[in-house]
């Protein structure tokens, strides 16, 4: 069997840093000649994404439960192609997965975590997921909240609590409190272990 590629999630909540530590990490996974790409969910260029854009910015109403099921047809999507890279031997990085998804989602009190995972069933299942957190005093020192939804302290405190109940043996659980170059060594060491552990197995997926 040929080595397969890792899938490495980078998750947590607003303004941890999640996007500048993917780049970072594909630039170091590539320099290092380790076949790499970078996905972000949602991704906003797809039919699906342009319309949660257009929700996410305000320009766009729509019942909760909808885009719900858009952000998950988002990454339904990708699938064909994340599959296809990961058993090419790419390694995946990606911002933000099946896990934000179902983590601000059940913050909105209408959906159940449960009701949440089931449209996420059968999507690849990371390998990795390295989880940044921030105390509330270092997310205070940090720039402020643009004017996307979802982009207030109340909802994100119940999307973190959300998150802790999702946590599995994948989770590396990070405390991003510290420089970019010194939090991207720690991400590193995690990732490159992981990428050696699972080259030789299958692929697994979001189970029922
Ligand atoms: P970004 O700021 O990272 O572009 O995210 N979100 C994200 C969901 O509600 N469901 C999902 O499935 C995903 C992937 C998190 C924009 C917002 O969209 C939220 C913040």
Not at 62 to 82: C, I
Not at 162 to 184: G, P, V
Request: charged content about 25%; hydrophobic content about 35%; some cysteine.
């Amino acid at each position: 069997m040929p080595g397969r590629g890792a899938l490495i999630v980078l998750e947590g909540c607003d303004r941890v840093g999640k996007t500048t530590q993917a780049s970072k990490l594909l630039e170091k996974l590539q320099h290092r000649g380790i076949p790499t790409q970078l996905l972000k969910f949602p991704d906003r260029s797809t039919s699906t994404g342009q319309i949660i854009n257009s929700y996410l910015t305000r320009k766009m109403d729509l019942p909760d439960k909808t885009v719900h099921l858009l952000f998950s047809a988002n990454r339904w999507e990708s699938e064909p192609q994340m599959k296809k890279l990961l058993n090419s031997g790419v390694t995946l990085i990606v911002d933000r997965y099946s896990h934000s998804g179902v983590a601000f989602s059940a913050a909105k009190n209408e959906m159940s975590i449960h009701w949440c995972y089931q449209p996420e069933i059968g999507l690849p299942k990371p390998d990795l997921v390295l989880f940044l957190t921030l105390n509330e005093t270092a997310i205070s020192k940090r720039s402020g909240f643009g004017d996307e939804r979802y982009e207030n302290s109340e909802f994100l405190k119940k999307v973190a609590s959300n998150f802790q109940r999702l946590k599995d043996d994948a989770w590396k659980i990070i405390d991003a409190d510290k420089d970019i170059e010194t939090l991207n060594k720690e991400l590193l060491l995690h990732v490159e272990k992981v990428i050696e552990s699972v080259k030789d197995t299958h692929l697994s997926y979001f189970d029922p």
